[in-house]
């Protein structure tokens, strides 16, 4: 084989539905990386599982080798493709404290992504959330607790594959103790090593033992492991020392996007690829350059500095990725998802082989959301309301969004509606003028009761946790003018801490559909509220 067409088998491309302009330019430059290049696969964002799987199987067919299609799905196929089961993100799991719930998350989002061809799963994440300011891992990560994450990453990982799906635990070895965003520039993590052990690397340890095929490294910093200040990405001890050689990890590691601001800020692409894979990478996530990042490589090669069998090494382990999921056979579906339904009724069968969602799946979600669902404190004692002792009470609720990421509040609407009929969820972000917002704080002020929906979800490039400072400088200006609110927290535990004038706040996790049903379903007392916060507060703000 080429040596250049060998290299880029080193490298994973991208496929990105989610912008009109320039989807077929994106397409027709995937298919000549594929065909042309040589690269090793492609990442799916965005899209319908419809369209995705014919794009999926066309190149396929036009390939005489099989290709690596990977996607980020930790919270489920739905969270990349329209027609997929989105899921709660992780911490709602790790506040349920199941993992069950966890491997039955894992089997359904590789049933549903094997169904259309995506044969590896960039999740779970295995970062212990330590720092509530993280402005990255937040809600993505099961929690606080080692021992707790490393329980859910084996849970996820088993799940996973027994659908016949690889995972990839990521970001190792840990960026849940970070306050930069690594898609922004380099984070440190200053732990000591003993700190390390029985923190960060509990739960890769645990996805390691429970098979995980493929690890994903973090462009992060750790003086600890490696003096010399290199990122994990581009750590031989951190890779090939302590990932391979001491936790005796013998499959597949893909670096994190090499496009991401803590690698371009700091090298070029071509140095960036030789590095990841003097450290023992086998894989280029999208490289901001996938032609530098290959001729970067093949110097190296020619030079001396890399020789060619390790190239080929990493071809071996790509290799056998591939050969077990074709050697993955039919699926059977396991005791944690098949006891799962919704509301104590069966409704049809549970389908390993089915494109998309399907009522059993809706279920599994649900699941975690109601069982996550938590109190983070309730000082006046409002919560559950009653909607019987609420019928012909004069209710507030109104949705606090970023404007940047507006939710779509269907779900929180109707299950509102269905609780106290006429009941309407209006809405405002940091855009809203001076009129709107003055009409929605004295609507709270002469109603009743008053609800407050807060939204946010972890984005990558924002650089900061939690809600911007203008939605939370709005949320302050609600709490005023009427502190017995009730906050529904569709974000993470750090509105604890930013909103810390909030005498009621029910922590949802996030704003997706499942996470939305399960928090008004909690507010009117239909389901207990039973999770348990999954991170350490200060007390103050952890007082219910």
Excluded at 88 to 100: F, I, K, N, T
Excluded at 110 to 118: Q, S, Y
Aim: charged fraction near 25%; include cysteine.
């Amino acid at each position: 084989m080429d040596l250049r067409r060998k290299i880029a088998r080193l490298a994973l491309t991208s496929l990105s539905s989610r912008e009109e302009n320039g989807r077929m330019d994106q397409y027709h430059r995937l298919r000549r990386q594929v065909l042309e290049t040589g690269v090793a696969g492609y990442v799916v964002f965005g899209g319908n599982i419809g369209s995705v799987a014919e794009i999926v199987e066309e190149l396929a067919e036009s390939t005489e080798r099989p290709l690596i299609v990977a996607s980020d799905l930790e919270r489920g196929l739905g969270q990349q493709l329209e027609g997929g089961t989105v899921f709660p993100p992780q911490m709602a799991v790790g506040a349920a404290g199941d993992p069950d719930l966890a491997l039955a998350q894992g089997w359904v989002t590789a049933a549903e992504a094997r169904a259309i061809g995506v044969n590896l799963i960039f999740a779970p994440v295995a970062d212990v959330a330590s720092e509530i300011a993280n402005p990255i891992i937040g809600v993505r990560s099961y929690g606080g607790d080692p021992g707790l994450v490393a329980s859910c990453v084996a849970g996820f990982v088993r799940g996973c594959q027994s659908a016949g799906v690889a995972t990839t635990a990521k970001h190792f070895p840990g960026h849940g103790d970070t306050r930069r965003d690594s898609h922004i520039e380099l984070p440190t993590v200053d732990a000591d090593r003993v700190l390390l052990e029985g923190r960060e690397l509990a739960p890769f340890r645990a996805a390691v033992d429970a098979g995980a095929r493929a690890v994903m490294t973090a462009h992060v910093a750790y003086p600890a492991l490696d003096g010399s200040g290199a990122p994990a990405s581009f750590s031989r001890p951190i890779v090939t020392g302590l990932l391979r050689e001491e936790m005796g990890f013998d499959g597949v590691v893909v670096t994190d996007a090499l496009l991401m601001g803590a690698v371009t800020r700091t090298m070029s692409q071509g140095e960036a690829a030789v590095a990841a894979i003097e450290a023992g990478a086998d894989l280029l996530l999208m490289p901001a350059d996938l032609d530098a990042a290959v001729e970067g490589i093949r110097e190296a090669v020619e030079s001396g500095r890399l020789p060619e069998e390790r190239i080929d090494l990493s071809l071996a382990r790509v290799d056998s990725l591939l050969e077990w999921r074709a050697s993955v056979g039919s699926m059977q579906v396991p005791e944690a998802v098949a006891a799962i339904d919704l509301a104590g009724r069966r409704r049809g069968a549970v389908s390993p082989t089915r494109v998309g969602r399907s009522f059993h799946h809706d279920a599994v979600a649900l699941e975690i959301a109601g069982r996550g669902i938590t109190l983070l404190r309730d000082r006046a004692g409002m919560i559950p309301l009653d909607p019987d002792g609420l019928a012909g009470a004069k209710v507030a609720c109104v949705a606090l969004v970023e404007d940047d990421r507006p939710p779509n509040l269907v779900w929180l609407r109707s299950q509102m509606n269905a609780a106290l009929p006429g009941l309407t969820v209006e809405s405002v972000d940091r855009s809203s003028g001076e009129r709107e917002l003055s009409s929605l704080v004295r609507l709270c002020q002469e109603s009743d009761r008053a609800v407050l929906a807060v939204f946010d979800d972890v984005a990558a490039w924002r650089g900061r946790a939690g809600p911007s400072p203008e939605l939370l400088s709005i949320l302050s200006r609600f709490l005023a003018a009427r502190p017995d609110v009730a906050v529904l927290a569709f974000t993470g535990p750090e509105i604890g801490l930013l909103a810390p004038d909030a005498g009621t706040v029910i922590l949802c996790y996030d704003g997706s559909p499942a996470c939305q049903i399960a928090a008004a379903r909690a507010l009117f007392g239909r389901i207990p509220i039973a999770g348990r916060l999954p991170v350490e507060l200060p007390e103050r703000e952890s007082e219910s």
